[in-house]
């Protein structure tokens, strides 16, 4: 049975989790106008292009 190529295999862990403890509110009232103006997107190191999926019969 093939695996669901959205969610990590056994013994991976998945990309990424978080848990909030803050209220919408709360995080949209963080992100001010300076905020916002500093703020600089994440560097993303994306891994390797492998080999395709094989063939099947």
Known sequence: MQRNP???APDQ???SHADL???S???LDYW???RMAEARPREL???E???GPAAQD
Request: hydrophobic content about 15%; glycine content about 4%.
């Open 45 to 47: 190191t994306l891994p």
């Open 6 to 8: 959205n969610e990590p």
């Open 21 to 23: 403890d803050q209220s």
């Open 32 to 34: 001010t106008e300076e």
């Open 13 to 15: 862990d998945p990309v």
């Open 49 to 51: 292009p492998g080999p």
């Open 25 to 27: 509110e709360e995080v």
